[in-house]
Every structure is written in structure tokens, then in C-alpha cells.
């Protein structure tokens, strides 16, 4: 009995673990609300349909790992020390890589202001 308990907890951990890897229990829908309008992008797409490293964006986590520092814990509104601001580290980060693949005539998402900033009806 308790070999069959023991088993079924280490497959359980084993399954929960891939789910995690995984990122089935990441938030797909990630939002930011700076002053010029909210920005919503899926991060499922750009993770797992567009299979864009996780170090691309992550650039301080290590290879494989899946949690770590997001960018607002480094990047606040104006650059402190050799942290850039965040409006220039999304906009090199998010802007750039659209615009990089725009020029290699591959799908590319929007790179102008309006596009990704949505300004709150009133």
C-alpha cells in the first residue's frame, strides 16, 4: 500500500513539474499600463508558436530556467545606475525584435505607437 502511495506522489511530482517547464501555468495574457496606453501581448504565442528563446527577453535568467526576475525588478521608470528605464528596455526589447523581423521578411508584430499602446476610452 504505502509503495503504491509513494509511486503515485513521485509521478504526480514528475507531471506537475513538466506542466510547469512547460508553461501551461504561465499567464498567457501579459498587460503593462504605462502612461501612453496599456500594451497586451500573449506570451504563449511569442513562447511557444513563435518559439522565441526565453533569454531573448529573460536576459538574466540562466539556460532552463523558467522563473527569475521580471523586468519591472530591474528596469523602473528612469534609468537607475546600468539599468536602462523600462520604456527603453521594453521598446528594444518588444519594438526591436518586431522590427528585426520585419527587415528579415519574416512575421513580424507591430512596431509603431499606436499599434501596441491602447489609450482607455473615456
Not at 25 to 39: H, I, L, Q, R, T
Not at 108 to 121: I, S
Amino acid at each position: 500500500m504505502k509503495k503504491g502511495l509513494i509511486s503515485i506522489g513521485i509521478l504526480a511530482g514528475f507531471l506537475l513539474s513538466i506542466l510547469m517547464v512547460s508553461g501551461v501555468f504561465a499567464k498567457d495574457v501579459v498587460e503593462y499600463s504605462p502612461a501612453y496606453g496599456k500594451v497586451t501581448f500573449t506570451h504563449k504565442k511569442h513562447a511557444e508558436t513563435l518559439k522565441i528563446d526565453c533569454l531573448k527577453c529573460h536576459h538574466t535568467w540562466k539556460k532552463g530556467e523558467t522563473t527569475g526576475k521580471l523586468c519591472k525588478d530591474c528596469h523602473k521608470a528612469k534609468a537607475e545606475g546600468k539599468a536602462i528605464s523600462a520604456k527603453d528596455a521594453y521598446h528594444k526589447d518588444c519594438k526591436g525584435c518586431h522590427e528585426e523581423a520585419k527587415k528579415a521578411n519574416k512575421p513580424a508584430g507591430p512596431a509603431g505607437c499606436t499599434q501596441c499602446h491602447v489609450k482607455a476610452k473615456k
